[in-house]
């Protein structure tokens, strides 16, 4: 049977047009390092991270993984003292299919919510695959986490009100974080913000058949940033948890979870089911599905009337979560 992929919203569809010729749906092994030299990578060197001076701005080296190389680190600290004492901490995990980017790909998202709740961003930096392969990665930003909650006290920052948040990639990662920072008994979480989130290394679920070809982040290109991480064993029986979170057998004990993603993108299906098993582990998730949505579609397309919404129910989200 054909499966008739849903519709995009009509805005993000013209979005899709302007973009198409730069960010199309496929990426095969042959194309990481053409894309990692992608015109976008080098117009993140020109953001202002400040927000016009609100935010004080560090790169910082720390210890990365033992017998690793040590990460780099992002920090934006809100200028001048803290209204209410230590602030919140919004830990940053980038996106990029676990094949490209850095601590600077996508950190407008949660420094706007920085800006609104007074918080401190730390965006970490990982090391990317293939030329590292698991577990590289969530070692890398476990690393930081670990960093960034033993230093919270010079940051201005509260080590007991640390939320992960991340998009494709990075919610991927933000949710293998939650798993391992549980079972290691690592620093406690008290959210996490799982934007379109790259949870599947079996990429077989109906939408990833529906969306082949078309939007951004299709199945090749889900196979290529997978199979970079992973290499033989994709797909396979023996697939950590801390790799694919899909995999994870017990979703008990995790802090309260934010999903979204788009109803028209590889990734609808093993959000969805996500958020489900979290609910049927006891545990606490909200879910959105935005209709019409591509994959990113909020950072691609910012201005429009679903970005404005997705927007508006992660900055809402984080509000409610901390005030409690």
Not at 14 to 37: C, D, F, M, N, W
Not at 153 to 171: N, T
Not at 293 to 303: K, L, R, V
Request: charged share 20%; aromatic share 6%.
């Amino acid at each position: 049977m054909t499966l008739v992929p849903p519709p995009f919203d009509p805005e993000l569809a013209a979005a899709l047009e302007l973009i198409k010729e730069v960010v199309g749906p496929s990426i095969t092994p042959e194309e990481i390092e053409t894309a990692r030299q992608g015109p976008g990578i080098e117009l993140l060197a020109d953001l202002d991270l400040t927000l016009g001076g609100f935010f004080e701005v560090e790169d910082r080296e720390v210890p990365g993984p033992e017998d690793a190389p040590d990460i780099s680190l992002l920090i934006c600290r809100p200028s001048g003292a803290a209204e209410a004492g230590p602030r919140p901490v919004i830990y940053h995990v980038h996106g990029g299919g676990m094949i490209l980017g850095n601590n600077r790909v996508g950190v407008d998202a949660p420094l706007a919510w920085a800006k609104e709740l007074d918080a401190v961003v730390v965006s970490v930096e990982y090391r990317l695959a293939p030329e590292h392969p698991y577990p590289a990665q969530i070692e890398d930003v476990y690393a930081g986490l670990v960093w960034t909650a033993k230093h919270a006290g010079e940051l201005g920052a509260d080590p007991d009100r640390i939320v992960v948040a991340g998009a494709s990639a990075g919610g991927g990662l933000s949710a293998a974080l939650a798993l391992l920072t549980r079972d290691r008994h690592g620093p406690q979480l008290i959210g996490q913000a799982l934007m379109c989130p790259m949870l599947d290394d079996r990429n077989d679920t109906p939408s990833t058949h529906q969306m082949a070809g078309l939007g951004v982040w299709d199945r090749t290109a889900n196979e290529t940033g997978w199979t970079a991480l992973l290499g033989p064993s994709r797909g396979g029986p023996d697939v950590s948890p801390y790799a694919a979170p899909a995999r994870a057998e017990d979703l008990t004990g995790l802090p309260p979870a934010f999903l979204d993603v788009g109803s028209a993108e590889t990734f609808r299906d093993e959000v969805v089911a996500y958020a489900s098993r979290i609910w049927q582990a006891g545990g606490i998730a909200e879910l959105h599905v935005w209709p019409g949505g591509f994959h990113g579609f909020d950072g691609f397309a910012p201005q429009a009337s679903l970005s404005q919404s997705a927007r508006a129910a992660h900055l809402d989200w984080l509000r409610r979560l901390l005030k409690d």
